[in-house]
């Protein structure tokens, strides 16, 4: 019998402060069957307990060790994954707790919260270096025969049609020429933009708006936040979405739906 199960992922930008907007509230409406958060920005034990460990979900958090406050990423899933791994494989990376891989019977979910290149671009090397080390880690994944599927904040956007401004943007990180370049290695490895699959001509669709400019309420923003699947797994995604409508970050949730049996 097959059935679907419905992934989202978020970038919060901060847990706690998404808690005190009413994340859990959105959480038991939207009953997403795995829910990918980055940027959750704290340590296990400074969240309460009913954010910690939400009902109905196993939860597995990976903070960053660097300093509280940074970085960060986290799972909710109704089903308890066969086995998870925090991390790369490279500590310079994994100090910023940026990864969790997570098993299943019929599939492999990579969590990733991808590094920003920062205003200066002064972080732009360590994030390429991520990148590569990252597709290195999932096709690795992928030459031992897992479905592999990973999600995020990529901190890039990767088309025109991804971005308001994309022409006063061409040397701003997060659209610079070596960013986007990497996307397209991504895609020419096999793996593929689940939402553009879906929705290949469709304009102004956006996941992250600057929120001091006030942009979402004018809809200026930037497509960063993704879900890729495998070719051999596209057969199992049924739909790709944004969800724009659901406030609480300066990001909103994306998602896909997939068949198992």
Request: glycine share 6%; aromatic share 12%.
């Amino acid at each position: 019998m097959t059935r679907e199960i419905t992934l989202l992922s978020w970038n919060v930008n901060g847990i706690r402060a998404a808690y005190r907007k009413g994340f859990l509230d959105w959480l038991e409406q939207a009953r997403p069957d795995i829910l990918a958060l980055q940027e959750t920005r704290a340590e296990p034990d400074q969240l309460p307990w009913d954010l910690r460990q939400p009902l109905d979900y196993h939860s597995t958090w990976n903070p960053s060790i660097r300093k509280r406050g940074y970085s960060g990423t986290g799972l909710l899933t109704r089903e308890a994954p066969l086995d998870v791994i925090f991390g790369l494989g490279v500590p310079e990376f994994d100090q910023e707790g940026r990864t969790i891989v997570a098993h299943y019977p019929d599939f492999t979910l990579v969590n990733c919260y991808f590094p920003n290149g920062s205003r200066d671009h002064s972080r732009v090397p360590f994030k390429l270096a991520f990148y590569d080390a990252f597709l290195e880690m999932v096709e690795r994944l992928r030459s031992e025969g897992k479905q592999v599927i990973f999600c995020g904040d990529v901190n890039t956007a990767h088309k025109e049609i991804d971005l308001t401004h994309p022409r006063a943007n061409r040397n701003t990180t997060g659209f610079l020429p070596e960013e986007r370049a990497w996307l397209d290695r991504v895609v020419d490895a096999g793996y593929v933009d689940t939402f553009r699959y879906f929705h290949p001509d469709l304009p102004e669709q956006y996941t992250w708006w600057s929120m001091p400019t006030r942009a979402r309420e004018r809809n200026v923003g930037w497509r960063i936040d993704y879900f890729f699947a495998a070719q051999e797994v596209m057969p199992r995604v049924t739909n790709a979405c944004i969800q724009p409508e659901v406030m609480g970050s300066d990001h909103c949730p994306v998602g896909i739906t997939l068949t198992r049996s």
